[in-house]
């Protein structure tokens, strides 16, 4: 089982990652938009694992649930946009619900 | 002087993290983008312990692994989003130490590099020699051998070892297994499955001996007549 972010990171990490977390968002966005359909499950795979790093769980479950319909057997390109569909609509909001960087609350 | 960790991922947002975590806590930190570099690095700077992605572009975490393994023992820490169990077994048959699996607590994987270098800076000031049957361990050294035949362990195959004949005539639990190996525990239990499958199939292919007989519930006992010639 996966082990979960502590949110209790000394102040200096703490701030390095919620630092980083827009960015990383805006990234993130990028890269499911333009993916190809056939590299999608490995890249979704690795970026869930940055995310979750970075806490940012909901972007991280988010990216795996497409990489979850990627995998899948009889997946057809339609299902595949649809998940890639509500993927993006997740991380867009969950970039707009981001705290400013100087915030110590987590939201994602 | 504090210890080297050489991180080696191609992630450079993983890698900016980690290394920020582990110089935060005292180390200093060597980094490498890819396997060549990670492993240019290795000779280069003679790392303490190593934290290698097994995702790696060009050249996998595995087969750095290896190459590694091939020239030394400094205990590897791997980053894995891999949770499945088949991908635990082939990085400790690669020769890993110790796994940290994606997503993770930058604090959890700084705790897993000290216990991990606790117990390789521990073992060798504490334990001497140990006989059991066909078996024998030299801590000191580093050596383990069955029926006369050098045993290649990792540094966790050789530790499990070291307790299981310790204890020859009892069953070590598995929680005094994660104690003493592993310290301060924060993930699953089963790692000490998978490690104790590892050094079972590595006696009984150099030697035929069955060892570390599992006892449901409780934990293994290395399975040797200690008497036995």
Redesign the interface.
Known sequence: ??????PD??P??QA??TG?QAD?LARAIAVVRDCADADLAPTM??L???????QL?LA?DACRDLESVALKAGSTTADIATARADTLARLEQIAEDLPSPDGSELTA | MSETVLVIDDDSDLRALVTLALTESGYRVVEAADGPTGISQYHGHQPDLVVLDIGLGSMDGLEVCRQLRAVGTTPIVFLTSRAEEVDQLVGFAAGADDYVTKPFSPRLLVARVGSVLRRGSGAEEERTRFEVGPLTIDAESRVATADGVELDLTRTEFDLLTILMENPRRVVTRDMLLERVWGSWYGDDHVVEVHMSRLRSKVKAASGLRIGVAVRGVGYKLGIDPASP
């Open positions: 089982m996966p082990s979960r972010p502590h990171e000394n200096a990490m390095f990652i980083k990383l795979h690795r869930a694992g940055t995310l979750g790093t970075y769980l991280h």
